[in-house]
């Protein structure tokens, strides 16, 4: 037997759950404690789901060992039956020594019992297993149970326990009744690398380890086969301990787990690789299919080629035949447009651009009066062009246009360009102005997002500092205000959803209050799983949305 080759007292990797070895993580401890205020709080509907293999029902086997002395479970391992069926399993588990055959016995019997439990000051609570396997009907006369009180006060408890999908059997339309009956709901994740660690070591110990067996890249390498899932990390680190063992080996390391992940793929969730033996006439079939595709290709490749030399020639035939007559209309339309911002008021040179670029002449008035339709004879002369000072090369077309034009009117209203150069002064003190404002106002509004693990409104450590560090920004800009929106995933009951984002909101702003914030300059709003900034489908996407959000705003001092 292998366990004396490693010092063990007890199989420590045990697929059963045995409340020996039940580890909890921090997921398992917030799903428990959670789960515990539902019923000792007589919240009345509970539900935890979770994907196979991830510690539901050891989650349950905990629930029922803290609360048996407090509380009369039922636990219900698969609904898959009949009404009558379902009574009388409950009435074996309630100990009513006695089997009925109509629905309104049992109810009699049923109401009886909870009265005197709820006289005893204890609870009756009815854990349902593999909720994913409920029909509607059964369902509904599930609901019907919870009818049962006594002045409004609840006497029992209904906990579901499922599958992922059965959260979406809880969407249907026709189980909306059930599903607005549910006040706290969990959904429990696989483990992290570190809970995997922190597992495996937890498991080791309890058996009798006075020493470590596995190695660190051996417990990386469990976390990467198994995705975290606790049922798979027994199977495969249990296999890895016979494989050591069989080898002589007193220590497991990360190549003993890969193969025992390759020798384990069904087991793990991996599909296995198939060798498939070549078939002739199937490799001919394929062949031919091949050949033929290349030769579509091959079609498809020379007629868009010609279809492309076809629109070249279209267009080279088009162009010989009505080039000159469109560049002409393209230059008339050009020349008018240069005329008409010449005309309009706006097109006097502000005091920068008279910074920038000298004056010219021939840019001013006197181009009012080159006229649209006769733009040939404004190109002809060249020596005026050859006149223009150097700076006019980059308009060397506009130049030539507007050459002659000054020889055909008065040289008088060239004076105009004095006057913006006396202008130029009053455009520059605007802008003194404002440089020296801008400098008196570094301050620039900022946000702060603060992540939260699921169903948490305790603010994270790691966040301390940042808040603190928004607290010291608001003390130094008493003209700001802090906007604190709460947010959620989108996993289990809106309105609670809602409450959560509520109650994170207002936990950030307890946090800026103590550190002197003024009330007034804080506004809180929680708005549930309204507003999210990443996919809920993934897990990654969920932990980004459970967040709390602060902006800074201009308001009033405090």
Not at 538 to 552: A, D, F, H, M, Y
Request: proline fraction near 8%; charge should be neutral; aromatic fraction near 6%.
């Amino acid at each position: 037997m292998y366990l004396a080759h490693y010092g063990l007292t007890k199989k420590p990797f045990d697929i059963s759950p045995n409340p020996e070895f039940l580890w909890l993580g921090e997921k398992h401890r917030e799903g428990l404690a959670i789960l515990k205020y539902g019923i000792l709080e007589n919240k009345g509907f509970l539900l935890i789901t979770g994907e196979v293999g991830t510690g539901k029902t050891a989650l349950i086997r905990a629930i029922e060992k803290e609360l048996q002395a407090r509380a009369i479970v039922v636990t219900i391992p698969d609904p898959g039956m009949t009404l009558m069926d379902f009574y009388n399993f409950m009435a074996a588990e309630l100990n009513m020594d006695r089997s009925f055959t109509n629905k309104g016995d049992f109810l009699i019997h049923f109401k009886r019992l909870i009265l005197t439990a709820f006289a005893s000051y204890r609870r009756v609570l009815l854990i349902i297993d593999e909720s994913q396997r409920l029909n509607h009907e059964l369902m509904e006369e599930i609901r019907l149970l919870s009818n049962i009180d006594l002045a409004g006060k609840v006497l029992i408890n209904i906990f579901f326990v499922g599958q992922t999908e059965f959260r979406e059997i809880l969407a249907k339309p026709e189980n909306r009744a059930v599903r607005q009956r549910i006040t706290v709901s969990y959904h429990l994740s696989p483990l992290t690398e570190d809970e995997v660690r922190q597992y495996i070591a937890h498991r080791l110990t309890v058996a009798g380890a006075s020493r470590e067996i596995f190695s660190a890249e051996a417990m990386k390498a469990v976390s990467q086969s198994t995705q975290g899932y606790p049922r798979l990390i027994n199977i495969i680190c249990d296999h890895a301990l016979m494989s050591a063992y069989s080898r002589g080996l007193n220590r497991v390391e990360a190549d003993t787990i890969r193969e025992c992940a390759d020798e384990l793929k069904i087991t793990i969730g991996r599909k296995p690789v198939d060798e498939v033996i070549p078939d002739p006439a199937a490799a001919a079939m394929e062949s031919t299919v091949a050949s033929k595709t290349q030769t579509t290709e091959r079609q498809r490749s020379s007629r868009s080629a010609l279809i492309f030399v076809i629109c070249l020639l279209m267009l080279g035939v088009g162009w010989y035949f009505y080039g000159d007559r469109v560049s002409d209309e393209l230059a008339r339309w050009g020349k008018a447009k240069e005329i008409r911002e010449a005309t309009s008021p706006s097109a006097a040179p502000t005091g920068d651009q008279m910074a920038r670029v000298p004056p010219l002449p021939v840019e001013t008035g006197p181009r009012e009066a080159v006229p649209v339709s006769e733009p040939a004879p404004a190109v002809k002369p060249a020596a005026p062009a050859a006149a223009a000072p150097p700076t006019a090369t980059p308009s060397a077309p506009e130049t030539r246009a507007a050459a002659p034009v000054p020889e055909k009117t008065e040289p008088q209203p060239v004076a105009p360009p004095p006057a913006p150069a006396a202008v130029t002064p009053p455009k520059q003190a605007p802008l003194q102005e404002t440089a020296s404002a801008g400098a008196a106002e570094p301050f620039t509004l900022k946000g702060f997002t603060v992540f939260f693990t699921q169903n948490s409104t305790e603010i994270p450590v790691y966040a301390n500092d940042m808040l603190a560090s928004a607290a010291s920004l608001m003390k130094s800009h008493p003209n700001t205000a802090a906007v604190i929106e709460g947010h959620t995933d989108s996993v289990g009951d809106p309105f609670y959803n809602k409450l959560v984002s509520e109650n994170r909101a207002a936990a950030v702003k307890n946090f800026l209050v103590g550190q002197g914030i003024a009330v007034s300059r804080l506004s809180v709003s929680g708005f549930g799983s309204e507003k999210p900034i990443e996919n809920n489908s993934t897990p990654e996407g969920r932990s980004k949305n459970r967040r709390v959000v602060i902006r800074l705003v201009p308001g009033k001092s405090g």
